[in-house]
Structures are given as C-alpha cells and as structure tokens.
C-alpha cells in the first residue's frame, strides 16, 4: 500500500512539474492584436451591434455542417459493408446517396452555391 501511495505521489508531483514548465516556456511574449481579435462570428465585437449579420458567413456555416453530417453518415456506410448483407446495403446506401444528391441539387438549383450574387 505504502509503495503504491509513494509511486502515485511521484507520478503527481512530475505531472504538476512538467505543467509548470511548460507554461513557464510556453508563456506568450507580446500580444499580437490580430491574434486577441474575434473572427468566427464574422463581425467585430466592439462595433456598433446592430450592423446587419453576413448571409455569407451563415451559408458558409451551414455547408460545413452539412458537409461534416454527410461525412458522419458515409463512414459507417463503408465500415458496414463487409459484415451486411449486399442487397440491403446496396439499398440504403443508395438511398442515402440519393438524398444527398437530391439536396445539393436543391441547393444549386436556388443558388445557394453563390457566394456573391
């Protein structure tokens, strides 16, 4: 008991050292300006706030959302290929594919896929 109390002490203590170190090192110098600015929301924080909102940031953000949905719905597709049985796979697969084709052509027939209009 007493070796297995010194042994989790020790691994503590290098743990705290090494974070002190690092943060010691990892200290930042100077502050950059461009680097304390905000630029995922599309505007400036410190501006007047009832400029209108971007429609280009909001359509950007929607497509990587959709985007990584499609991703997180096609990779179990591929990993369940080998352990389904064809004909229902092929099936739902498809039908997956169709929706996703069915969408983007939605999108690109109401001109979405225009960034400046």
Do not use: A, Q
């Not at 070796?3 to 090192?25: A, G, H, K």
């Not at 400036?44 to 990587?64: A, E, Q, T």
Request: glycine share 4%; hydrophobic share 55%.
């Amino acid at each position: 008991m007493l070796l297995i109390m010194t042994f989790c002490s020790t691994i503590m203590i290098v743990i705290y050292l090494l974070t002190m170190i690092i943060m010691m090192v990892m200290k930042k110098k100077k502050k950059n300006k461009n680097k304390m600015t905000p630029f995922e929301c599309g505007f400036n924080s410190m501006s007047n706030k009832r400029l209108p909102f971007s429609s280009h940031f909001f359509i950007i953000g929607m497509m990587f959302l959709i985007f990584d949905i499609e991703i997180i719905i096609i990779m179990p597709i591929i990993l369940t290929m080998k352990f389904s049985m064809m004909k229902s796979w092929m099936l739902t697969s498809f039908m997956i594919m169709l929706i996703l084709i069915m969408g983007l052509y939605h999108e690109w027939y109401n001109g979405m896929l225009k960034w400046t209009k």
